[in-house]
């Protein structure tokens, strides 16, 4: 099935999260993705949980429509290989720690010297230059230098750890986002330039009101978690009711007055102290209280919830990830979507959050078996002799497995 990026063909260094999520949706969006595996074993995710019949989910999720070469880049004959390949795509994205790039031969000097049309994305963890760039680090280490988490969790407790990986969507996204402008740079120029993104760089875009507040009140108000609350904004956090758990997010003066409504106490609405943001911002510990027994006293999860949306009120319920994932809104719309592994057999993983009017079917694609696009790739796409590609077989530079 074509798509916005038919035409469009990457050479994909990238392992894990980030670097394959901006490859993914490429490929998801019509582009012939190359994945170029290492030995010894290919993509870290591969070996991701959970694994079933020798396929990992997560791989899966990550890497559906890519075509994979499984290559020994170190050996002269796999340089040469990959050399070749860079003169033959659009987009080359690596997400190597900064310098392993350069050490494997394909800094950006050197492939845009080979096609001066190329554009490079190059993913880190702290980005090419500054103090940090040589540490390893993951999702979890910018969560905690970005003071993301320092936000999380419960303000009597240690922070807490996201139980997802924001930071590398995130992070895949905005890098999806540079290769898209270059690409439309070089339309006009026809050159290629390299982007760079990292994901302390994307976590710290996140910080939506701490570090304005801090930096506008002077450095009186230093932003910390508060748990469950938001730090700064009444009636804006997680309520327990009877049975479960409501999220109310009041974020304005017409929303206050909509929850004053729903638990029965219009006249608040109109009590000069709760009258604006600020006032109702000095008295959010008095105000959550307020709120929160409100909820306490409510017979089931689903009556408050009901009150509140009557009343137009931002809410939603607290769900479990099985809950979320089962969801008839998210199944409905593709959020959440079952695909057939050819190893798995049926999976179900996150849609695609990018949607296009020309374009308005979901493409049936696959996750690749380690080095089953090898031939393909190297006698199909470069040309070179069934002989020329056995040698390197033989070599050990073209690997394959089958059952991966």
């Known amino acids: 099935m074509e798509g916005i990026f038919e035409g469009i063909r990457v050479l994909d260094f990238t392992n894990a999260v980030s670097g394959p999520t901006l490859t993914r949706l490429m490929a998801e969006m019509g582009a012939d993705v190359i994945k170029v595996e290492l030995p010894p074993t290919g993509d870290l995710g591969r070996t991701v949980p959970g694994v079933r019949n020798g396929r990992s989910g997560f791989f899966v999720q990550q890497n559906r429509g890519k075509r994979s070469l499984f290559l020994d880049v170190k050996a002269p004959e796999g340089r040469e290989l990959a ?53 390893p680090g993951y999702d979890a280490i910018a969560q905690a230098y970005s003071g993301v988490m320092s936000m999380n969790g419960d303000p009597t407790s240690t922070p807490a750890l996201i139980g997802l990986s924001p930071g590398d969507v995130l992070t895949g996204v905005h890098g999806l986002a540079g290769v898209v402008a270059a690409l439309h740079h070089r339309e006009r120029t026809g050159t290629g330039q390299k982007v760079e993104v990292s994901l302390i760089d994307c976590y710290m875009t996140c910080h939506e009101l701490n570090i304005e507040v801090w930096s506008a009140s002077g450095g009186s108000i230093e932003p910390t978690r508060a748990g469950s609350l938001h730090p700064l904004v009444p009636a804006y956090g997680v309520f327990g009711t009877a049975d479960g758990d409501v999220m109310i997010a009041v974020g304005n003066d017409r929303q206050w007055a909509q929850l004053c409504r729903a638990m029965g106490r219009p006249e608040l609405a109109e009590d000069e102290r709760y009258a604006t943001a600020p006032e109702r911002a000095a008295r959010r510990d008095e105000l959550n209280e307020l709120v929160a027994a409100w909820t306490a006293c409510q017979a089931s999860r689903d009556v408050a919830l009901a009150r509140l949306q009557a009343e137009r009120v931002p809410v939603a319920p607290v769900l479990s990830v099985v809950e979320a994932a089962s969801h008839p809104h998210v199944r409905q719309r593709g959020t959440v979507r079952t695909v057939d592994d050819e190893l798995m057999g049926p999976l179900d993983i996150p849609g695609v959050p990018l949607r296009f009017s020309s374009f308005p079917d979901v493409s049936e694609l696959r996750a690749a078996s380690l080095g089953s696009h090898n031939r393909e790739v190297v006698c199909g796409l470069l040309g070179w002799s069934d002989e020329r590609y056995e040698a390197l077989v033989e070599a050990g530079v073209l690997l394959d497995r089958p059952i991966s």
């Open 83 to 135: 050399e070749e390949l860079v003169r033959h795509v659009d987009v080359l994205v690596e997400n190597f720690s900064p310098g392993v790039i350069s050490r494997l031969g394909f800094d950006w000097e050197t492939v845009s010297g080979v096609n001066p049309r190329l554009v490079m994305c190059s993913i880190s963890a702290f980005g090419q230059e500054g103090p940090l760039r040589d540490q």
